[in-house]
């Protein structure tokens, strides 16, 4: 077994347990108050749009450039002006998220409206018909399945991310390459298993069970990928490992904005200026760290 390959186990194993941290202090600070549960969604939401850009978009976007030179080059265009094909994969990687979220039902960012409307006829119903109950009823079940299948949808989309970026680690060429990948997605993989943990409160609380195996299933989507990257290395070369990394760059910023940063800022309850100041301080906080990696 060369050092290499036992980086590789040790990465997969660290990737697994970080996760699980996340997910189990996601669950922890959810039973403690939704406040902070949102405050901390924010917060994780700005760690992750400043991973997505000033370390991994940033380190890998200018490692494609011959392919881009290629690109560029075959339609027509100037050979020393290539094609920003890292900038372009992390769109795709982006609107791969969105599109999953949508094709799935996913998240209405204008819930805080739809939950007053829907209270305001709970209670109008109540009014006319005493014996519809105010706290029961289909808009609860409407609510129940909503938040449920956010939660499926943040589960999907954060899954997705994670084989891409640990494909990515499993086909490092060289220990520094893959050294700077893990640093890079320990960074960030403890706050998006956070992101899919506060996600699946809901089923937490009906089905813990289901719950603890959905957390288990996409603790294991690193491991899987190293496996599969450490598989694939033969065929995947430098640009093709920072291709991943542009990609999975793109689907870690959906996940920050869509399935954290937003939600968290668009919620009516309180804490509104913290948590925008705590999204900036968490995306402020991890960006500068690139200065020093």
Known sequence: MDALTSLMIAAAVAYFMVALGGAVAGRFIARIS?????????????????????????????????????????????????????????????????????????HDHDTGHLHD???????????????????????????????????????VGVSVHSIIESIATGSAQSADTFGIIVLAVLFHKGFAAFAVASSLQGIAKSNVTLWWSLIILFALTGPIGILIGGICK??????????????ASGTLLAVGMNELLMPALEDKGSWKRR????AIFGFSAISLLAVWT
Do not use: Y
Not at 117 to 140: A, H, L, M, T, W
Not at 275 to 278: E, I, P, Q, T
């Open 34 to 106: 939704p406040k902070w549960l949102q405050l901390c969604n924010a917060t994780a939401g700005g760690v992750l749009i400043g991973v997505a850009l000033c370390h991994m978009l940033a380190e890998s976007a200018g490692g494609m450039s011959a392919w881009g030179t290629a690109i560029s080059s075959a339609l027509g265009g100037e050979a020393d002006d290539p094609f920003p094909l890292g900038l372009f994969l992390a769109g795709v990687g982006f609107f791969l998220i969105i599109s999953l979220e949508h094709l799935l039902g996913g």
């Open 117 to 155: 409307e829907e209270e305001s006829q709970d209670r109008q119903s109540s009014e006319i018909n005493p014996e519809v109950e105010s706290d029961g009823g289909i808009v609860n079940i409407k609510r129940a399945t909503n938040t449920d299948l956010s939660g499926f949808t943040t589960l």
């Open 275 to 278: 948590k925008l100041a705590a």
């Open 234 to 247: 033969a065929s995947v070369d430098g640009q093709g490992s920072a291709a991943l990394q542009c990609l």
